[in-house]
Structure formats: C-alpha cells, structure tokens
C-alpha cells in the first residue's frame, strides 16, 4: 500500500519541478535577459561599466565582470556544439553537466578495471 503512495508523490513532485522548471526557463529568465540587456546598452549596468573600466587599480569587480568589460567571441565549450547559443564554460548548467559526469565516468572506468 505504501509503494503507489509513494509513487504517486513521486509523480507529483516530478510534475510540478518541471512545470516550475519550464516557467522559469520559458518567462522569467527571457525578462531578465531583455532587462539586463537594455540596461547594459542604456541604463545603471552601462553607467557602472564605464566607471568601472576607467578606474586604474585592480579589482575582484573587474575580474568578475571582464566579460563584460572586453567582450569578446569565446571558444565553444563543447566543440561538437558550435551553433548552440549556450555553448559556453562559464554557462552553469555545461559546468555542472560537467561537474556531474566525471564521477560516473571515473565509476564506469573504476568498474571496468576492477573486473
């Protein structure tokens, strides 16, 4: 009896992670993009940018925002990908793909050698 309960959960809680998933992907994160844009081209992000650039000393701020400072094209994280719009390193979800695929490859070649 408890099994298709938690079963049912299960599908529920999997439902709902994608529904909230495709919100977020599909509306939220397509606003923020547009704002940011808009305000690195005209707005505050333009204005700081600039003061940023024209400070001489050396800062974390300039390290993290390079990219922005000096954009620029950079490599496709995934040479095999090079028409995908999010084919960066810097992007999160191609570093944790990453990040999560090299134990299971160091499991699978563990498994393979300890045979």
Avoid at 42 to 64: A, H, M, N, Q
Avoid at 78 to 87: E, Y
């Amino acid at each position: 009896m408890l099994i298709p309960i938690a079963s049912t959960l299960s599908s529920i809680i999997i439902l709902l992670s994608y529904i909230c998933y495709n919100f977020w992907s599909e509306t939220i994160v397509p606003q923020k993009r547009l704002e940011l844009s808009k305000s690195k081209r005209t707005g505050e992000i333009k204005s700081y940018l600039t003061d940023l650039k024209d400070t001489e000393s050396p800062s974390i701020e300039k390290w993290l925002l390079s990219d922005w400072l000096n954009p620029e094209k950079k490599e496709n994280a995934i040479p095999f990908l090079k028409d995908a719009k999010w084919n960066s390193g810097d992007n999160p979800v191609v570093a944790t793909a990453a990040l999560l695929l090299i134990p299971v490859l160091f499991e699978g070649v563990y498994r393979i050698i300890s045979r």
